[in-house]
T-cell receptor, first 109, second 111 residues
Framework: KNEVEQSPQNLTAQEGEFITINCSYS?????LHWLQQHPGGGIVSLFM???GKKKHGRLIATINIQEKHSSLHITASHPRDSAVYIC???????????FGTGTRLTIIP | DGGITQSPKYLFRKEGQNVTLSCEQN?????MYWYRQDPGQGLRLIYY???????QKGDIAEGYSVSREKKESFPLTVTSAQKNPTAFYLC??????????FGNGTRLTVT
């Protein structure tokens, strides 16, 4: 079992739908990253959070430390949101970042 | 604009040859990282450096070498000892314990 599990692995939705991507982790963490990887391969950091909720535009990230679970939500999804979304658990103690295998999101116009 | 530059974007080499991937950042970040990405797997850490002239092995350092002679630069050499070098390589940087900034990656194909 991976230390960081994402679900679903693949998600296809219609433009405008509300999207939720889940991340569960079994390691102790200090913070959780959400990353976006576009088809060309480059990765953009979306959020780094250690508690509660963060919002940026149409993206919202939440984390529940007790349940070891984080979610990334996209409101009013758009085809340009199509990408692979990766969560990564960061342990400040050993400076280790453990990555999930990603969720491939496709938004159909 | 500040950012991380990886070059080249695509690299082709014959088996048995060493190859060096470039990574330069102008974000004044202390920490730099090299990751390898293979299909169906999460990113795996090859090497990282938190200060000039110092670096540590990651989870899959065998067959790779790095140097950190300048704060801005963290080149990765894929040696002939790396058994399966064909992969997508990503460089990242950050302030210590800060969010990561990634380059656009180098796709290495060894035949």
């Amino acid at each position: 079992k991976n230390e960081v599990e994402q679900s679903p692995q693949n998600l296809t939705a219609q433009e405008g739908e509300f999207i939720t991507i889940n991340c569960s982790y079994s390691v102790g963490i200090s913070a959780l990253h959400w990353l976006q990887q576009h088809p060309g391969g480059g990765i953009v950091s979306l959020f780094m959070l250690s508690s509660g909720k963060k919002k940026h535009g149409r993206l919202i990230a939440t984390i529940n430390i007790q349940e070891k679970h984080s979610s990334l939500h996209i409101t009013a999804s758009h085809p340009r949101d199509s990408a692979v979304y990766i969560c990564a658990a960061y342990n400040f103690g050993n400076e280790k970042l453990t990555f999930g295998t990603g969720t491939r999101l496709t938004i159909i116009p | 604009d500040g950012g991380i530059t990886q070059s080249p974007k695509y690299l082709f080499r014959k088996e048995g040859q060493n190859v060096t991937l470039s990574c330069e950042q102008n974000l004044n970040h202390d920490a730099m990282y090299w990751y390898r990405q293979d299909p169906g797997q999460g990113l795996r850490l090859i090497y990282y450096s938190q200060i000039v002239n110092d670096f540590q092995k990651g989870d899959i350092a065998e067959g790779y070498s790095v140097s950190r002679e300048k704060k801005e630069s963290f080149p990765l050499t894929v040696t002939s000892a790396q058994k399966n070098p064909t992969a997508f390589y990503l460089c990242a940087s950050s302030f210590v314990r800060g969010p990561l900034h990634f380059g656009n990656g180098t796709r290495l194909t060894v035949t």
